[in-house]
């Protein structure tokens, strides 16, 4: 499978074309970013950001590339005012934040990754924060995927450089009242398609050099590109005060950069590297330090002779080579099945338990349409995934879900495509359904926009899963998974065991799980599997499994009550 990799720098846009498995590269370019309009205010012209970013585009489409990673350069930012014009882009390079207002001063900004500074956005729109209710929010990161997708969605490593946003994902619109904040997402993921290529949230530049330079536990990068940062990655508190504590992508791990040191190259390399040396000289010391970036070739030697730790070059597309790394990691959606317990505040509990779904059990469990509105829109509101395991493909349950704002829908002992076909016309907008049109509902939380924008993002975002548990799913899978508009599939191994008749013996489950996963491969689609089973679990990760439906609240109700009995015993 092919994958363009785009790093948005404020000198250069590179890309590259490689093979998500091997890494290989096909091609490798870049093109110029555009120039300020003002050298002082440091505004680019959005359109001409648009032309560049569409111009990769087009490289993509040409390579047939399935899905789309990207890093940006961080702190800049674009507005769209309520006349629904959009702003110029204010570069990261432009500063006059409000470094002086007690409300500010009084914000803990290293829980939100980054420091009070003049270039920090919610910093600079301090100012003018009555004239910003209303008015929508981007990063460059966020623009980009609101360009090509229509969702104004990012990663947490570029989030948070806009001070808006803490590390674990609470936002901040109180500080400038009524700003429209883009969707904070946790782990690198698709955040909608373009062309029909997966776009993934885009990562800041800084975290995706970092990740790319294969940096050590006892090693500084020093990052050299129209700016220069100093960074490691590690646990607990920083050495100092000087330390920003950025989040990263690895569980548990922090990135702490001293940034913005010099700004670019002086055209004295000897002036520069004796000015870099004074810093890194001051720092505690580490095995060696990594130099790269789009300026490590010019300074190396110099910087060398000049620091007193070891110095190891590791290239100029070290960017490039994170977000290779981010394409190839493997991330598991794990949930639960709601299946009694009526409580609409459910999916805040999942998601701070660090869960990525819930499915919603209407086969088996009993919850009526007053609910589960409740529940959806709690769950629209936290973003947080809501599936629906329906009772039968009949329109009724289907239409009244989908328009109350559930994310999709799992269609029990889906034996043929038939059964599913029927699913994704009810559950999905034209050209791929026939769902109907009413848009002044909550799945659309009562701001219906422009149709013909809304109905491909909605089709989108509604997942039509087949759920797999007889030998007849189980036979018909590539079928089944070949259906337009079917996003994936769940084994149900109980089920499956019962009409194969191997109740206890999962050998036959197993090679079940080795039918389905290979069709899902084939077709490109997710496989999941609904078990607490160990030995099941670990065959469908072993053989790509992306989702885990791992009991319900009833399971999590039960063993807590034996853990408290056990322990006060």
Not at 208 to 234: K, W
């Amino acid at each position: 499978m092919k994958v363009l990799l785009m790093d948005v720098g404020s000198t250069f846009v590179k890309y590259a074309v490689c093979d998500d498995i091997s890494g290989e590269y096909v091609l490798s370019d870049k093109i110029p970013f555009p120039k300020p309009l003002d050298e002082e205010a440091f505004t680019v012209d959005r359109a001409e950001i648009e032309t560049v970013v569409k111009a990769v585009m087009a490289v993509a489409l040409e390579n047939k590339c399935q899905k789309i990673f990207a890093s940006v350069q961080m702190h800049g930012f674009l507005l769209r005012y309520k006349s629904g014009e959009i702003s110029e882009y204010f570069s990261w390079r432009s500063g006059g934040g409000d470094l002086e207002s007690r409300e500010l001063l009084d914000i803990d900004f290293a829980s939100r990754g980054t420091k009070l500074k003049p270039n920090l956005p919610i910093a600079k729109l301090y100012k003018n924060r009555e004239e910003l209710d209303g008015v929508e929010f981007f990063t460059l990161g966020s623009y980009i995927a609101y360009l090509l997708t229509g969702n104004n969605a990012t990663h947490k490593t570029d989030a948070c450089a806009s001070g808006f946003y803490t590390v674990d994902g609470k936002t901040d619109s109180k500080t400038i009242p009524g700003i429209i904040l883009p969707e904070f997402m946790d782990e690198v993921e698709p955040c909608g398609r373009y062309c029909g290529m997966q776009i993934y949230a885009p990562v800041g530049d800084h975290a995706s050099s970092v990740y790319g330079s294969d940096i050590g536990e006892d090693t500084y990068l020093f990052n050299i590109g129209t700016t220069s940062q100093i960074a490691f990655v590690g646990e607990g508190n920083p050495p100092s005060d000087m330390w920003e504590c950025r989040p990263y992508f690895e569980s548990g791990k922090t990135l702490f950069t001293l940034g913005n040191l010099f700004y670019g190259l002086y055209k004295d390399t000897d002036k520069y590297c004796a000015e870099a040396a004074k810093i890194i000289n001051s720092l505690p010391k580490r095995a060696r330090i990594l130099v790269g970036g789009g300026g490590a070739s010019d300074i190396m030697e110099k910087l060398g002779a000049c620091v007193d730790m070891p110095c190891t070059s590791v290239g100029c597309s070290i960017g490039l080579e994170g977000l290779a790394k981010l394409s190839k990691r493997k991330k598991i959606s794990v949930g639960i099945m709601l299946s009694e317990v009526p409580f609409a505040n459910m999916p805040l509990i999942m998601k701070n338990s660090g869960l990525d779904f819930m499915i919603v059990d209407n086969e088996h469990g009993a919850f009526d349409y007053t609910f589960l509105s409740k529940l959806f829109t709690v769950s629209r509101l936290a973003y947080f995934r809501t599936v629906v395991r329906i009772p039968d493909n009949t329109r009724a349950w289907i239409t009244k879900c989908v328009d109350a704002g559930a994310d999709g829908f799992l269609l029990p002992m889906t034996n043929r495509a038939e059964d599913i076909k029927k699913v994704v016309e009810y559950a999905k907008y034209a050209p791929v359904g026939k769902r109907g049109i009413s848009t002044m509902r909550a799945h659309t939380l009562y701001a219906p926009p422009a149709l013909c924008d809304y109905m491909p993002l909605a089709n989108e975002r509604i997942k039509v899963y087949a759920q797999i548990e007889t030998v007849s799913g189980v036979e018909n899978i590539e079928e089944i998974l070949a259906i337009d508009g079917v996003d994936g599939v769940f084994i149900g191994p109980n089920d499956l065991s019962c009409d194969m008749g191997c109740i206890g013996d999962n050998g036959p489950i197993l090679a079940a799980i080795d039918k389905v996963s290979n069709a899902a491969k084939k077709a490109n689609k997710p496989f999941g599997i609904i078990t607490t089973t160990k030995a099941l679990i670990d065959k469908a990760l072993a053989c790509g499994a992306s989702m885990i439906s791992y009991g319900s609240e009833l399971n999590m109700l039960k063993n807590e009550c034996n853990k408290i009995k056990r322990t006060l015993k």
